[in-house]
T-cell receptor, first 117, second 115 residues
Framework: AQTVTQSQPEMSVQEAETVTLSCTYD???????LFWYKQPPSRQMILVIR??????QNATENRFSVNFQKAAKSFSLKISDSQLGDAAMYFC??????????????FGKGTKLSVKP | KAGVTQTPRYLIKTRGQQVTLSCSPI?????VSWYQQTPGQGLQFLFE???????NKGNFPGRFSGRQFSNSRSEMNVSTLELGDSALYLC??????????????FGPGTRLLVL
């Protein structure tokens, strides 16, 4: 069975600084996607960034980037120039790719990120 | 384009009752997935519906069921409620045709409290 582990229940960062959130996963599949989702307090969960397992190049989305280490099954999220609006729960998620069909998202337990002004 | 909507937003029930939650996906999306979020277990997948058919199912007891209508709106039902069913229930919609790369768009959730 696939699992996703986030070892940091809480993290804190100073505004304008950089923070890295860790995620490891376990799977025997070779074709899958990894995601980071953000869930602000009392607001809807939104996708931050996604990474395809077959792509060696790390995904980036503005201030958000990932460090994808497929052999180590590691998928960390780096947030640069942190802003107060980045404060939220961050979930790492995995989804196997079964061709036309799609497996369900498997989530880690989340990391609560606080941003200090 | 309107986002994913869920009704009701909050619900209080007592043990033994049943409850029905509703989810309206983004227009054009044919896949609706349901997740249960609790502090202890985190986010757990319940089931996915695509074109009125259950395409995927998580590891939940038979008290949890769902359905999807021809307009892609989905409902989930929980019968014989237990205290442990207290949770935030999230639904997510996607096109459902492009595999695992598709973005799932989440609704605001329905917070269920079972007393």
């Amino acid at each position: 069975a696939q699992t996703v582990t986030q070892s940091q229940p809480e993290m804190s960062v100073q505004e304008a600084e950089t923070v890295t959130l860790s995620c490891t996963y376990d799977t025997s599949e070779s074709d899958y996607y990894l995601f980071w989702y953000k869930q602000p307090p009392s607001r809807q969960m939104i996708l931050v960034i996604r990474q395809e397992a077959y792509k060696q190049q790390n995904a980036t989305e503005n201030r958000f980037s990932v460090n994808f280490q497929k052999a180590a099954k590691s998928f960390s999220l780096k947030i640069s120039d942190s802003q107060l609006g980045d404060a939220a729960m961050y979930f790492c998620a995995y989804r196997a790719n079964y061709g036309g069909s799609q497996g369900n998202l498997i989530f880690g337990k989340g990391t609560k990120l606080s941003v200090k002004p | 384009k309107a986002g994913v909507t869920q009704t009701p937003r909050y619900l209080i029930k007592t043990r033994g009752q049943q409850v029905t939650l509703s989810c309206s996906p983004i227009s054009g999306h044919r896949s609706v997935s349901w997740y249960q979020q609790t502090p202890g277990q985190g986010l757990q997948f319940l089931f996915e519906y695509f074109s009125e058919t259950q395409r995927n199912k998580g590891n939940f007891p038979g008290r949890f069921s769902g359905r999807q209508f021809s307009n892609s709106r989905s409902e989930m039902n929980v019968s014989t409620l237990e205290l442990g069913d207290s949770a935030l229930y999230l639904c997510a919609s996607s096109l459902g045709v492009s595999g695992a790369q598709e973005t799932q768009y989440f609704g605001p959730g329905t917070r269920l409290l079972v007393l």
